[in-house]
């Protein structure tokens, strides 16, 4: 069974880009977390997604924005990049309340 | 408010011993759950160890368990018999509200745990 997957591990990008990140969520889960770890921070939650919705939302500006797709897999999409973007970006699965499993993060690097 | 704290940055434990880090919350929710994750250099978040608010014992997961204290809101996770591979970063999480895509997980800042052989 497979875990929760992101892609990519790794990712440079120049200041202004747009970039997508995407996940596919352990088998069963129905509900996607994205979250931003900036170097030596705990993870920052972004948003969360369930049944193709935003359900909940933390503090980022709408340059973040996200979709989930019905087979739940969901992507990250960041507009107008900024320096201090970079950071590890964390997608987490979950059903129901239950505990959530994270991906490996996609590494971001802005420059 | 700080939702999650963690007061210990780092700590240091000898292999085979037993270490506690710490980790108190806040929320106003009667329904919530903690949650420890460890983090390796590699960057992966690896579940650990999970206390619902209604919980009435606490969790145990092999080496792991989860000291729960509501009345003081602290939530300490126990590591016994000490390896070389747990040193790592750890997180305590709280999760707020319970259901599909009604859950909002916030981290602590984290502890750094070195075990020395």
């Known amino acids: 069974d497979a875990g929760v997957t992101q892609s990519p591990t790794h990712l440079i990008k120049t200041r202004g880009q747009q970039v997508t990140l995407r996940c596919s969520p352990k088998s069963g889960h129905d509900t996607v977390s994205w979250y931003q770890q900036a170097l030596g921070q705990g993870p920052q939650f972004i948003f969360q997604y369930y049944e193709e919705e935003e359900r909940q939302r933390g503090n980022f500006p709408d340059r973040f924005s996200g979709h989930q797709f ?27 309340g239950e505990e959530a499993f994270f991906g490996q993060g996609t590494r971001l690097t802005v420059v | 408010a700080q939702k999650i704290t963690q007061t210990q940055p780092g700590m240091f434990v000898q292999e085979k011993e037993a270490v506690t880090l710490d980790c108190t919350y806040d929320t106003s929710d009667p329904s919530y759950g903690l949650f420890w994750y460890k983090q ?47 040193s790592a970063m750890y997180f305590c999480a709280m999760r707020e509200g319970w259901g599909g895509g009604y859950q909002k997980v916030t981290f602590g800042t984290g502890t750094k745990l070195q075990v020395i052989p």
């Open chain 1, 70 to 96: 019905p087979n739940y897999s969901s992507e990250l999409n960041v507009n107008a990049l900024l320096l201090g973007d970079s950071a590890l970006y964390l997608c987490a699965s979950s059903f129901s």
């Open chain 2, 40 to 86: 390796p250099s590699s960057g992966e978040m690896i579940f650990l160890i999970y206390q619902g608010s209604y919980d009435q014992q606490n969790a145990t997961e092999g080496r792991y368990s989860l000291n729960f204290q509501k009345a003081r809101k602290s939530a300490n996770l126990v590591i016994s018999a000490s390896q070389l591979g747990d």
